[in-house]
DNA sequence: CAAATAATCAATAAATCAATTGAATAAAAC
DNA sequence: GTTTTATTCAATTGATTTATTGATTATTTG
């Protein structure tokens, strides 16, 4: 007896319902810059530990994440590279379309662009840019997520340390800034800090979760 | 003051909900083919009118589809080629990680390669093959869908009058049967009345759902 | 303008989902 | 072998989601 289609949506509707919830999707974000442990991504995602678990579980039956145990620590990760590309491809469609997500952006935009509107640079742009060495690249993201993968060249710059680097970086060329995707504020901080400094700046507002979703590669 | 990532992730799992329903999908995946009015989606997808419309809204708050009249119809299309992307995508991921899904197309997939078993062709080895015009490419799915778009060069052959066609296809070369995607059941009966004809037949089993979401034109 | 058609709206009840709490495991440290 | 730590499980409650029903709104037809 054939499988009726319906049975097959449903089936898929799972992973659906499953990138349903924002708690979840920031528990895939967290879990796109490297693999954690339960109590890391609920401590990331303002969740208690249970719930975060219960969270990561939900994720796993639709196959997003894969859990090993290492000693008494759960390890999650995501499942495989096609996570990403998933994630991605989400923001891309719901930035475009929702209504809500554009007023939110707008929002967040709104205070570092003011003045002087620097287009951030797209994937393309960087990498011809990184071709030709006409920029520094700087990882803004904390030093774990650094170490655990940045794109070739990148100097790691934390935000909280970036003050006391600032005498290392170049003037008299340009600067662009990366975190790990659209919604990661810290590329922001970074170019309003550098440009108040007198630095030319830029940011890939993209990431480095865009980066890996275009197979692209990443150095330790 | 700066938006909580959290407040983007919450507007991003609008669309991972409205993608967690299947019978939205179901929906989604007949407006993948061609857009069209309420009636004929709810018909479909063996929704009540009432409850078809209401899950068109759901679709369409989420940005995935829009609407307009027409006459007294509302005729209902995806917002855009991404939205094909985005199910494609969701398909691939479903189908390698999650065990059910893989058991359902096990069972779907069972009882027309049995015996012989021909592995479906690939869009690249379609596209090989067609370049060098060494094979006949069927369209199986119903006129007004083939109408609304299909591969370049072929023919359309609806199941329900394959039978009488038998005469007019070539028994010296290959032919390839293709429908909507992978959950459409039209390419796999298409295949097993081939080959009892003793035709030579492969399926492309990803379908014009693929092919589109890959870029690639369409002929109306 | 009345009747028919296509779709939406509003209200309800059943089902599912989410956060909290406290108890239960499993592995490591003592 | 008891204690500590990291996580999961189970039960509860409140919030969302879904399908159904019947009423309502636009648009066309007569």
Redesign the interface.
């Given at each position: 007896m054939?499988?009726s289609?319906?049975?097959?949506?449903?089936?898929?509707?799972?992973?659906?319902?499953?990138?349903?919830?924002?708690?979840?999707?920031?528990l895939l974000?967290h879990l796109a810059q490297k693999e954690a442990p339960v109590e890391e991504l609920a401590g990331a995602s303002?969740l208690s530990i249970a719930n975060a678990s219960q969270h990561l579980q939900h994720l796993r039956r639709?196959?997003?994440v894969t859990a090993r145990r290492d000693g008494r620590q759960m390890v999650y990760r995501l499942?495989?590279e096609?996570?990403l590309?998933?994630l991605t491809?989400?923001?891309?469609?719901?930035e475009?379309?929702?209504?809500?997500?554009e007023r939110?952006?707008g929002?967040?935009f709104a205070?570092d662009d003011a003045g002087e509107t620097l287009e951030p640079m797209t994937r393309v742009e960087l990498q011809r840019a990184l071709e030709q060495g006409a920029v520094t690249l700087l990882d803004v993201r904390p030093n774990a997520e650094y170490q655990a993968g940045h794109l070739p060249g990148a100097l790691n710059a934390p935000i909280a340390e970036l003050e006391s680097m600032l005498s290392a970086l170049p003037r008299d060329r340009e600067i662009v800034a990366y975190c790990r995707g659209v919604?990661?504020?810290f590329s922001h901080d970074a170019a309003r800090l550098l440009r108040e400094r007198g630095f030319q700046v830029r940011r890939y507002q993209a990431g480095i979760l865009e980066w890996r979703a275009a197979g692209l590669p990443l150095v330790d």
């Open positions: 054939p499988v289609r319906q049975e097959l949506f449903d089936v898929l509707s799972q992973l659906g319902r499953a990138l349903g919830n924002g708690h979840r999707l920031a974000e303002g639709a196959g997003l499942t495989d096609r996570i590309r998933l491809l989400l923001q891309e469609v719901a475009t379309h929702l209504a809500e997500m939110l952006m929002r967040l205070d919604y990661c504020a």
